[in-house]
């Protein structure tokens, strides 16, 4: 793909790529330079439900396909962006600023989870239920929802808007993919993919706001089933546009202030580097995972920050396509506004700025959405860099003098995504396990999302769980069937 103002893009609905009905386009723009590298339609209401028409034409006979049937047009979409990996890649990155290290990972989770899925086709099974009439047989079904609108943040576009919808196809369903507003190119290169791979309808990727396309997914008739990846502010959002219209099942995966707790018998220097890996600067702080907050208990408290900052201080700021780059551009301006305001607040409150806190020096940085790797130490729970999710390259340091004191640091925000405990004690982890209020927890370990296991938030980080089994069931409708005895 040629990058530049004149490199119009299209979207996928009903197996043909096009523009908005209403001509209008949106701005890509390199997070790294400022410079516009694209456009992608702008979609509204009236793309929307021509996706919507199209999908509900196309699920029941992909339904009909029947498991190894879908299971081989995920296999097929899997491979093809394997063969496309390079390309796609030299796009996200440009169009993201995440770095292309990073990415390579999120382009071989798309086609992982496009397998994944395919694999688990046949789990897609009722059960038999005894009931209190041994004359009679009584079942359940699984059956598709039909349409599942998949509204995508802009941390991982390829990888959500592929591994993330193929539980959904697997179960049956034809999908609208709804990329972010800021990062769109790739789904603009899947729908040439997804147009030669699914049957006409089945999948639709429609480009465009949040406000325009999104919220025309939220409130249309015909999609009862909502996946939505992003903040708890869009969430409320979507609840209230669709209940203006309709019930929906709409899960929700949300963001996170997640706490990394660190007891006085912990493995320090383990703790150290998942701090500083499970702050995700690697994404410039941009997941919803972060361990944004450490609650670090006081025996250790000084030699943790100076181990923390000293970490911190080596990665290497700079070309988001550059293999030596380990962190690259925010990505858009709004983002980068918002992260260096809460810089400002931090410091007004009186959080210790401890590393970074700026754009970093040089003529490279002049332009682009960048920001130094920041940390903060003496933060207490009262500070709104405590309390908030930035997400961005921003880490929290706290201190804690006992373990009840740390549970209650922990579970102190309206979030409850993940944490990360790290003691030796196996006692100290179960009670801190049990006490947490988070959907992912790690013992001794950070960040990693395991295969198979299943991924949302407590509180307000989220309703419903992806990336395992429990996803693509709730992507099904329950038939109960009574077949009487005679
Ligand atoms: P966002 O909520 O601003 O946008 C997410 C998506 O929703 C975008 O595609 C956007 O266009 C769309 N949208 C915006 N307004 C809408 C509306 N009124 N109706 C329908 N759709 C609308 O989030 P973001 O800034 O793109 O991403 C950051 C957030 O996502 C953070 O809170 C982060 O923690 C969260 N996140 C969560 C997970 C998870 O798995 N729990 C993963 C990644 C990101």
Not at 1 to 21: F, H, Q, S, V, Y
Not at 324 to 350: C, F, R, T, W
Not at 449 to 466: A, D, Q
Request: proline share 5%.
């Amino acid at each position: 793909m040629k990058l530049g103002p004149d490199n119009k893009r299209a979207m996928l609905i009903d197996g043909e790529l096009t523009e908005a009905a209403s001509g209008q386009w949106i701005e890509s723009v390199n997070p790294a330079t400022e410079d516009v590298i694209g456009l992608v339609p702008a979609a509204d209401a009236a793309d929307v439900d021509r996706a919507a028409w199209a999908a509900k034409a196309a699920y029941p006979a992909w339904h009909a396909l029947g498991i190894e049937g879908r299971a081989e047009c995920l296999r097929e979409y899997a491979r093809r962006i394997q063969a496309s990996a390079q390309a796609l890649l030299d796009v996200e990155v440009a169009d993201t600023g995440n770095t292309m290290a990073a990415l390579r990972g999120d382009v071989n989770a798309a086609s992982w989870g496009l397998n994944y899925y395919a694999g688990l086709g046949y789990e897609l099974k009722g059960e038999s239920i005894p009931a209190t009439t041994p004359d009679n047989l009584h079942v359940t079904l699984r059956e598709p929802y039909g349409i599942v609108g998949r509204i995508v943040p802009f941390n991982h576009p390829i990888m959500f808007a592929t591994a993330r919808t193929a539980a959904a196809l697997m179960a049956g369903n034809a999908v609208i993919v709804k990329p972010p507003e800021t990062s769109s190119l790739s789904a603009t290169m899947l729908s040439e993919i997804a147009r030669d791979v699914f049957p006409r309808g089945v999948m639709n990727i429609v480009t465009g706001t949040g406000r325009g396309a999104g919220d025309a997914i939220a409130r249309h008739r015909d999609i009862k089933r909502i996946a939505f990846i992003g903040s708890p502010q869009t969430a409320r959002q979507i609840q209230r546009s669709a209940a203006e219209v309709c019930v929906k099942h709409i899960s929700l995966e949300l963001g996170g202030k997640n706490p990394l707790i660190v007891y006085p018998d912990a493995d320090v220097d383990g703790a150290v580097d998942a701090a500083v890996c499970g702050m995700n600067f690697l994404w410039q702080g941009q997941s919803c995972g972060s361990t944004s907050r450490l609650l670090v208990h006081d025996s250790l408290y000084e030699r943790f920050v100076e181990g923390v900052v000293e970490r911190v201080k080596e990665i290497r700021i700079g070309d988001p396509r550059s293999p030596d780059s380990s962190m690259g551009p925010i990505n858009s301006k709004a983002q980068h506004e918002k992260v260096l305001g809460y810089i400002e607040v931090a410091m007004q409150d009186g959080a210790r700025l401890v590393c970074g806190g700026k754009r970093p020096a040089g003529s490279a940085y002049t332009r682009g959405y960048w920001v130094e790797p920041t940390v903060f130490a003496d933060v207490t729970p009262d500070m709104r860099i405590a309390q908030e999710e930035v997400f961005g390259p921003i880490l929290s340091i706290m201190r804690w003098s006992d373990a009840e004191q740390a549970i209650t640091m922990a579970n102190g925000v309206e979030y409850g995504l993940t944490a990360s405990v790290w003691t030796r004690d196996l006692r100290t982890a179960m009670q801190a396990v049990r006490r947490l209020d988070a959907g992912y927890i790690w013992v001794n370990g950070v960040g990693t999302h395991f295969k198979g296991v299943p991924f949302g938030g407590y509180k307000n980080s989220g309703v419903g769980r992806e990336e395992g089994i429990e996803e693509m069931l709730s992507y099904t409708e329950t038939k109960a069937v009574n077949f009487l005895g005679t």
